[in-house]
């Protein structure tokens, strides 16, 4: 079955940096790859995705690329704010099948 | 559009009890729904795939008849905690995804049941 890497566990920045998170993934079948963002005790909920027929996606501070050959793909964060500390889930799938999740990424943004 | 609404929010009881949780598709069908377990710190663990209409297909190292599934309709799936103890404890979340929209869909999840056995 698919295998998905997280990395890294933590990662601490200062307001206004980037931030980079990344994912591989063990299943080159897999073509669909949501990112979820979960604030303490509350849902995971979905903040972007992409399909494998792209190697980019930009929702305004947030992007995430595709790379299928290396079968990686990895969050990036600009101008962080405080409000983006969470842990992150990346996940990766195919078609119907049951997303397999990451280990998550712990973000701490320091003002 | 697309939310998951899970209830209850949290549960206390005492070992032995069971305890029901539901989770709905509010504005659209979902033919498979999820039963994931948290615990603090770590990432979601599915459990349970929920099938309208169908026994629910378990993951390795889950008791089904610990924990049944009942997905009776597009929009409700329910998981019972069948006699549970306190290694139960845990955060439970469903997910669902939009069946009319094809593939490659995102799963969208419930706010989760904080459950804990005494």
């Known amino acids: 079955g698919e295998n998905v890497e997280q990395h890294p566990s933590t990662l601490s920045v200062q307001e206004g940096d980037s931030a980079v998170i990344k994912c591989t993934y063990s299943?080159?079948?897999?073509?669909?790859f949501p990112w979820y963002k979960q604030e303490l005790g509350k849902r995971p909920q979905l903040i972007i995705d992409?399909?494998?027929?792209?190697g980019e996606k930009k929702d305004q501070r947030i992007a995430v690329t595709l790379n299928k050959t290396a079968k990686h793909f990895s969050l990036h964060i600009t101008e962080t704010q405080p409000e983006d500390s969470a842990v992150y889930f990346c996940?990766?799938?195919?078609?119907?099948?049951?997303?397999?999740f990451g280990k998550g990424t712990m973000l701490l943004v320091s003002p | 559009g697309a939310v998951v609404s899970q209830h209850p929010s949290w549960v206390i009881c005492k070992s032995g009890t069971s305890v029901k949780i539901e989770c709905r598709s509010l504005d659209f069908q979902a033919t498979t729904m999820f039963w994931y377990r948290q615990f603090p710190k770590q990432s979601l663990m599915l459990m349970a795939t929920s099938n309208e209409g169908s026994k629910a297909t378990y993951e390795q190292g889950v008791e089904k008849d610990k924990f049944l599934i009942n997905h009776a309709s597009l929009t409700l799936s329910t998981l019972t905690v069948t006699s549970a103890h306190p290694e139960d404890s845990s955060f439970y979340i469903c997910s669902a995804r939009d069946s009319d929209r094809g593939p490659n869909q995102p799963q969208h999840f419930g706010d989760g049941t904080r459950l804990s056995i005494l």
């Open positions: 992409i399909r494998s027929n792209v």
């Open positions: 299943d080159s079948a897999s073509n669909y």
């Open positions: 996940a990766a799938s195919l078609g119907y099948s049951t997303l397999t």
